[in-house]
């Protein structure tokens, strides 16, 4: 049997398809991690672009976290002491309009800090989404990658598989015409010794 293996021509072609897998592997184990990544970002970014496509009931769930920051409450603090101290001076005291004059600039302050709250959220959420386009990019096209190499690696198993067989083939239509041409090459000298018998 050691023999048989010894000369079997589809030896050759055995080993060139498992350095063939072997690089296959291996090139697909580089890129899995990348393609799945990609994939996990998809759901994340529909997600995102549902959230986007209603942005006011976006804006209201963030709008529910709201609370005023320190600086906001900070400046209301001062802005309301500068203008009591102010009106004191001039003496208003408790009148309406100077007390309106406080309480729209405290709602100013306080819808300031509001507009700044939401912008950062949404500018922090949009970069999380530009982060998850960028791994999701990379992963398409891993898994781009790896879907071409598996029709490379398919197409490569192919041929390989129909040339070992076609040695295998010609191996044993090249035995079958050794084969004959001895039997014949005997017939030959049998004739031979006949007809030196004859003579």
């Known amino acids: 049997m050691a023999l048989l293996d010894f000369l079997d021509p589809g030896r050759g072609y055995k080993s060139a398809m498992k350095q063939f897998t072997k690089g296959?592997?291996?090139?697909?184990?580089?890129?899995?991690?990348?393609?799945?990544?990609?994939t996990s970002q998809l759901e994340q970014l529909l997600g995102a672009q549902t959230a986007l496509m209603d942005p006011a009931a976006l804006q209201s769930q963030w709008a529910s976290g709201y609370e005023m920051s320190p600086y906001a409450q900070q400046l209301q603090g001062a802005a309301q002491e500068a203008g009591l101290s102010s009106m004191g001076s001039m003496g208003?005291?408790?009148?309406s309009a100077a007390l309106q004059n406080l309480q729209q600039t405290s709602a100013n302050i306080m819808q300031a800090d509001r507009e700044r709250y939401m912008k950062d959220l949404m500018d922090k959420y949009m970069a999380g989404v530009g982060i998850g386009q960028d791994i999701y990019g990379k992963g398409a096209g891993a898994a781009g990658t790896l879907g071409q190499m598996g029709m490379q690696y398919g197409q490569g198993m192919g041929e390989l598989e129909a040339m070992k067989s076609q040695s295998r083939n010609q191996m044993m239509m090249d035995l079958l015409g050794l084969g004959g041409q001895a039997y014949g090459d005997y017939l030959s000298g049998q004739?031979?010794?006949m007809l030196a018998g004859l003579l």
């Open 92 to 95: 208003l005291g408790g009148s």
């Open 24 to 38: 296959y592997e291996e090139g697909k184990g580089y890129l899995d991690p990348y393609a799945g990544a990609g």
């Open 191 to 193: 004739k031979m010794k």
